[in-house]
């Protein structure tokens, strides 16, 4: 077995993480690690978990957490993480971080969107950055892992048949984002109220969004294609898991929709997390996030507006599994040859 610690237990990505491994058949729970929520036992943080596991939140100590745990996750905010990740890396055999501290590896790039997690160039260099179906072969013994974002997962996701796979250099990308309300996790403000947040779509991020940075970032990283220009709008939205991006490409490459879409049908053949969707194979045509919801799946369709000079890429997933905890235990199953599968094989809750 597979020891494991979850550090950030009491938050919602912590709370995904706990109800994934209690699951899976490797992994043996070992440790969960908190602050203000120390001495508490998980039913009391999610009340849907009540799990014997004769545990408790503990404070976070390097020495206690190395000599229980072979993989710690990190749900923790991103200066969190940047200082845990420094006392843990080459403690324990693999520290996966949820947070945003590792994701972007430029210096300049990662001060501007992350400027309270400061850490270190030479740990930030030794991350993968954990996109399990575009990086499979980098996630095997890796020692120190990177969770892409919710958001950033399903643009990646979404745009990485045409610039990994056909190779196209796409000019423009515009994304338009909208997520429930479990994306901005458990913190108090009071634009998330009931009164307010109910039926309300909220840009809460009109003109920039740190997850698309990322995206650039590694899709510059990894060619043959690139991206020369991404920007982003995000909304929030009164449900309360699951995103949609809406990804509007802008490419002077000559395009043929038949041509997308067997090259996204090809790109993802295998991979079993990404479901290329047609818009006539099911009653909900298009992605859709309730048609993802509690499952490890992303779901992607391609289209092409021939009017307006543009190629249009959908994905939707459930951002606390697939976005979240799902794509970290996805991570680890690579990192140790596990089937990639292992532990994630529910289906999605529709209608929920």
Known sequence: MIR???VGAS???GGELLRLVTQHPDLELTFLGGSSSAGRRPAELHPGLRLGLGLVVEPVDADRVAERCDVVFLATPAPVSA???????????CVIDLSGAFRISGKDLHARWYPKAERSEELAARFVYGVPELVGDALEGAALISVPGCYATAITLGL??????????????????KSGSSGGGLQ???ADLHPLRNGAIAPYAPTGHRHAAEVAEFLGRHGPGGVDSLSMSAYGVSHVRGLLVSCYVFTDDEVDLRELQRAYARFYRGRSFVRVRRNDETLIPMPDPQAALGSNYCDVTVLHDPDGGRIVVLAALDNLVKGAAGQAVQ???????????TGLTMQPLMPA
């Open 160 to 177: 990485a048949p045409l610039t990994l796979g056909l190779g196209l250099r796409l000019k423009t990308v515009v994304v338009d984002g």
């Open 83 to 93: 200082r845990l990740a420094a006392e843990l890396a080459d403690r324990v055999a």
């Open 11 to 13: 938050g919602l990505a």
């Open 331 to 341: 991570a680890l199953n690579l990192r140790y040859g596990l089937a990639e599968r």
């Open 188 to 190: 108090l403000r009071t």
């Open 4 to 6: 494991v610690g979850i």
